[in-house]
T-cell receptor, first 115, second 114 residues
Framework: DQQVKQNSPSLSVQEGRISILNCDYT??????FLWYKKYPAEGPTFLIS?????DKNEDGRFTVFLNKSAKHLSLHIVPSQPGDSAVYFC??????????????FGTGTRLTVIP | DSGVTQTPKHLITATGQRVTLRCSPR?????VYWYQQSLDQGLQFLIQ???????AKGNILERFSAQQFPDLHSELNLSSLELGDSALYFC?????????????FGQGTRLTVV
């Protein structure tokens, strides 16, 4: 049973425009959410996170929004750059901990930024 | 480069066989985690070792086992392989054994069972 879902397998965006990647979860106990970025032939790398006590967290061009009532989070990338082309994984934790043994991952969304 | 090294990068083997995947953590990291990513699935946590001891267990099959050696490298052993075991296997490492630490992932081993 997939507790973290990324329903869009792929997304294409023009360079300079906004990329919005979506993630839904089913477990109301999740209280910490993370986004990872993965390039081909590399492992996932941590990008940005948000605690359930917040509804927004911003880091440069990356902003994560959390809607707890809808059990939905999104990652906004503005402006999108070709180097952002990668697979993005959403992950969630139920214990306010970010260690890798507590994470439930989505299936990923492949973002392509077109120059 | 995350500093986590996994070998081999690719592995093709037949059903019923046994394989060993190897992971060298980042220098100074004591924890090693193993994850499996099957087709169209998210990463699934399998097992964690901290300083040689098993720390946490996830959805790991009984046919699978792991260990962490005194030099802190880890091996994941997969036996009686089935077609459904074909997947990307990621290793990650972190400094601590407590859970509130960032983990760094290796590039993965792609296992194909034919």
């Amino acid at each position: 049973d997939q507790q973290v879902k990324q329903n869009s397998p792929s997304l294409s965006v023009q360079e300079g425009r906004i990329s919005i990647l979506n993630c839904d979860y089913t477990n109301s106990m999740f209280d910490y959410f993370l986004w990872y970025k993965k390039y081909p032939a590399e492992g996932p790398t941590f990008l940005i996170s948000i605690s359930s006590i917040k509804d927004k967290n911003e880091d440069g061009r990356f902003t994560v929004f959390l809607n707890k009532s809808a059990k939905h989070l999104s990652l906004h990338i503005v402006p999108s750059q070709p180097g952002d082309s990668a697979v993005y994984f959403c992950a969630a934790s139920a214990t306010r901990q970010t260690g890798a043994n507590n994470l439930f991952f989505g299936t990923g969304t492949r973002l392509t930024v077109i120059p | 480069d995350s500093g986590v090294t996994q070998t081999p990068k690719h592995l093709i083997t037949a059903t019923g066989q046994r394989v060993t995947l190897r992971c060298s953590p980042r220098s100074g990291d004591l924890s090693v985690y193993w994850y499996q990513q099957s087709l169209d699935q998210g990463l699934q946590f399998l097992i964690q070792y901290y300083n040689g001891e098993e720390r946490a267990k996830g959805n790991i099959l009984e046919r699978f086992s792991a260990q962490q050696f005194p030099d802190l490298h880890s091996e994941l052993n997969l036996s009686s392989l089935e077609l459904g075991d074909s997947a990307l296997y990621f290793c990650a490492s972190s400094v601590g054994g407590t859970d509130n630490t960032e983990a760094f992932f290796g590039q993965g081993t792609r296992l194909t069972v034919v």
